[in-house]
């Protein structure tokens, strides 16, 4: 079995401890006995020969700590060589003994790497250029590549100078973006998130900027958010959304919004003030940043689903915070902040009360006018809105009477798009079950002849909530003359109820609206008269109750005395 590989004598014995660590990791791989041992003893000199290579670049020739350290790491190294023949060869004397030999070496290469850490730390280097390792090829990269690679840059970033942090940062972040082998090894290795966490507290705007980026891109993959958080990487990235740069505090804000997708960790956010931080950049939002404030309505919006949290939420204001940020330009800010105003009113009338006060009605309504040019998304959110928090208080429904809401439904049922129409017709289902007043404000903005079209829609859900619509609202008798006054509603009712159109509708319904038109003797004419009267008949001998009690009303008017006789049974 070979030992080491002999350096030249001319090589400088700094490189020539390079050296020996490489051959000695290769060689490591050949030993059978003591696994594990050897696996940590690998590991060490994996760490030390990266912190040598950092320090390679460094103008070092006069330091005498470094050459005093580096005479010790070969007497080390030389010491390893020797353990590593006798492994090969298992010409040791004793197992209990060569594991004692090894767990020496361990200590040994412990103390190595501190001391060139030390060395590095209080200023005695002086970098000469700062190369990081040449990346391995992603193809082809074994995982040993890999994490020699990402062992050197945690190196770098420990012992390295600003500049050497700073590109070990950036090819770290690199890295990480185009392979995710490298984010696995990387918070698998010893120390490395610890580091990441730490330098997000440095007070340097690059090296931070990069810091938080590396952490983002880290929390972007879910089986590794949990690291980060038993690191604790909340409260320094609260502390960047307090005081690092624009760019720090939007990697940190999307960091924070990944890993609060789990409610487990909204306290500790809450905890270390993260909360008010988050408001904060909400509450101060300029034209400009709407990257960030958006970003920090995502956190805020996981956040809020705790009671306590949203307590404290609407404590420090946030109910004024997100009703202005409703009426800013940026749509994604828009939708997040209605989104967060209608979770903080869920079942809450103290709430839905402030809402009101604050205005919120009014920007509700403003970006479902169909003059305005908001995306069809925004207005999604903000016909949901209205919905969920105004339609239970009937001093809001006389606000969104006042405001024009109604207007814009019938608008949008008119003439929207097909997703708008979807959901003015559900908010007119919705309106007209709140109140007589409802009711009566539809009939009068012309909604009749409107539902009458959809009856025949063909989307059955649409046709079901179109007749369901219809039927609240003709429960009013002015309402019914309404529908009467269009002998073409009445003909589309009888048209709808043929037994054989199995996609007509819900007829129950359909049936309900007309036993309530035929207390009109117009109604009744325009029935007895239509050429679809014999849809109700065929319902009736098919002994649908609604339809024989239709036919027996017009049996007993004085414009049709006789029908068959099967209706006197």
């Not at 400088?12 to 490591?28: E, F, K, Y």
């Not at 998130?193 to 730490?198: C, E, F, G, S």
């Not at 209605?338 to 403003?366: H, P, W, Y």
């Not at 809401?405 to 008119?414: G, S």
């Amino acid at each position: 079995m070979g030992g080491l590989a002999q350096p030249t004598a001319q090589k400088p014995r700094l490189q020539q401890a390079i050296l020996l660590i490489s051959s000695l990791i290769s060689l490591s791989y050949s030993i059978k006995v003591f696994a594990v041992k050897w696996q940590s003893v690998r590991n060490k000199l994996q760490e030390l020969v990266s912190n040598l290579s950092a320090i390679e670049n460094c103008e070092s020739s006069e330091n005498l700590s470094l050459h005093v350290t580096v005479e010790s790491i070969l007497a080390t190294l030389e010491g390893c060589d020797e353990l590593s023949k006798r492994c090969l060869d298992l010409s040791y004397s004793g197992k209990l003994l060569m594991q004692s030999d090894l767990d020496i070496l361990s200590a040994r290469l412990d103390t190595h790497v501190k001391s060139l850490s030390d060395i590095y730390a209080v200023g005695l280097l002086r970098q000469s250029y700062a190369l990081v390792v040449s990346r391995p090829i992603s193809a082809s990269a074994s995982r040993d590549d890999i994490k020699f690679y990402i062992t050197d840059l945690l190196s770098r970033l420990k012992i390295g100078c600003r500049e050497m942090k700073k590109q070990a940062l950036l090819a770290f972040n690199d890295v990480i973006q185009e392979d995710e082998r490298y984010v696995k090894i990387a918070v698998e290795l010893d120390g490395f998130t610890n580091l990441l966490v730490n330098l997000l507290d440095l007070q340097d705007r690059d090296i931070q900027e990069e810091t938080a980026k590396a952490v983002s891109l880290i929390s972007g993959f879910e089986c590794h958010k949990g690291v980060l958080i038993v690191a604790g990487v909340v409260a320094p990235l609260i502390r960047v959304l307090v005081t690092g740069s624009e760019l720090s505090k939007e990697y940190a804000a999307r960091c924070l919004m990944r890993v609060t997708k789990n409610s487990d960790n909204a306290w500790s956010v809450s905890a270390h003030g993260g909360v008010t931080a988050l408001l904060k950049i909400c509450g101060n939002y300029a034209e400009g940043k709407n990257e960030l404030v958006g970003l920090a309505c995502g956190v805020l919006k996981n956040l809020v689903g705790v009671e306590e949290i949203k307590r404290f939420m609407i404590e420090e204001g946030a109910v004024s915070v997100f009703v202005r940020l409703a009426k800013c330009k940026d749509e994604v800010i828009q939708m997040r902040s209605l989104d967060l105003l209608q979770i903080m009113a869920n079942g809450d009338e103290s709430i839905r009360k402030l809402i009101i006060q604050e205005g919120g009605i009014r920007t509700f309504v403003c970006i479902l006018d169909p003059k305005s040019s908001y995306l069809t998304k925004t207005r999604e959110v903000a016909f949901r809105g209205v919905v969920n928090i105004y339609f239970s208080s009937e001093n809001s429904l006389s606000l969104l009477i006042n405001h024009g809401f109604v207007d814009h439904i019938l608008q949008f049922l008119r003439y929207g798009e097909v997703s708008m129409q979807e959901l003015a017709l559900k908010a007119a289902f919705w309106l007209c079950g709140t109140s007589e007043e409802a009711k009566k404000v539809m009939g009068d903005a012309g909604f009749i002849p409107v539902l009458v079209k959809f009856l025949d829609s063909k989307s059955y859900e649409i046709r079901e909530m179109a007749a369901e619509t219809l039927s609240n609202i003709v429960i009013l008798p002015q309402n019914r003359k309404k529908f009467v006054q269009n002998e073409q509603n009445v003909g589309k009712l009888l048209q709808m109820l043929d037994p054989g159109e199995v996609n007509s509708g819900n007829k129950k319904v359909l049936l309900s609206i007309l036993m309530l038109i035929t207390s009109s003797n117009t109604a009744r004419k325009m029935i007895l008269n239509s050429s679809y009267l014999t849809n109700v008949e065929k319902l009736a001998e098919a002994e649908v109750s609604d339809a024989k009690k239709i036919v027996r009303k017009l049996t007993s008017n004085r414009f049709r005395s006789i029908l068959s006789g099967i209706w006197h049974s």
